[in-house]
T-cell receptor, first 112, second 115 residues
Framework: GNSVTQMEGPVTLSEEAFLTINCTYT??????LFWYVQYPGEGLQLLLK?????DKGSNKGFEATYRKETTSFHLEKGSVQVSDSAVYFC???????????FGSGTRLLVRP | DTGVSQDPRHKITKRGQNVTFRCDPI?????LYWYRQTLGQGPEFLTY????????KSRLLSDRFSAERPKGSFSTLEIQRTEQGDSAMYLC?????????????FGPGTRLTVL
């Protein structure tokens, strides 16, 4: 079945550091891929998405590229801010379904 | 566009009681989803509707759980005879019907605590 693996957190960085959060998935097809973010005390928000191979999703300085050959969708940001502190979830769409398969989430803590 | 709303935001109940949660999707969205999120974990899919039809249910959705969307607008999720293991955040999301690339927009969730 479908699954997703995210790097374990917490990830602690200093402000302006480079961020990478790894995400790999299993699927029989080519699912749409999503990153959601959950800020403290808030609901899930879409951060970015990619719908086909080699697509790059981007938003708020975050980027992720759909890598079909490695079944990966790693999240990157060149310079993190304290306000980026949150939990980040990678989520592909399941095969032949409309449900999202979420990873366990990666908590990011950015220190001033 | 007021976003997905859920009611109540918090619910505390005693084991064995029944609870019902409501979700109001974004008005033009005809797909509606329920997920459950336990502490420190990612959301897990429970069920989804397209209009009023319930098209998929997870094995997580035991016989004590029932979801409805009678007029294809709001949805309710009922849990009968609650157990302590039902304590979680229940999330609702909605999307429009176009394609499988449609983004799911999430509500703030209902946090259930079963004592």
């Amino acid at each position: 079945g479908n699954s997703v693996t995210q790097m374990e957190g917490p990830v602690t960085l200093s402000e302006e550091a480079f961020l990478t959060i790894n995400c790999t998935y299993t699927a029989t097809g080519y699912p749409s891929l999503f990153w959601y973010v959950q800020y403290p005390g808030e609901g899930l928000q879409l951060l970015l998405k990619a719908t086909k191979a080699d697509d790059k999703g981007s938003n708020k300085g975050f980027e992720a590229t759909y890598r079909k050959e490695t079944t990966s969708f790693h999240l990157e940001k060149g310079s993190v801010q304290v306000s980026d502190s949150a939990v980040y979830f990678c989520a592909p769409l399941a095969d032949s379904s409309y449900k999202l398969i979420f990873g366990s989430g990666t908590r990011l803590l950015v220190r001033p | 566009d007021t976003g997905v709303s859920q009611d109540p935001r918090h619910k505390i109940t005693k084991r064995g009681q029944n609870v019902t949660f409501r979700c109001d999707p974004i008005s033009e969205h005809n797909r509606l989803y329920w997920y459950r999120q336990t502490l420190g974990q990612g959301p897990e899919f429970l069920t989804y509707f397209q209009n009023e039809a319930q098209l998929e249910k997870s094995r997580l959705l035991s016989d004590r759980f029932s979801a409805e969307r009678p007029k294809g607008s709001f949805s309710t999720l009922e849990i009968q005879r609650t157990e302590q293991g039902d304590s979680a955040m229940y999330l609702c999301a909605s999307s429009s019907s176009g394609t499988r690339t449609d983004t799911q927009y999430f509500g703030p969730g209902t946090r259930l605590t079963v004592l």
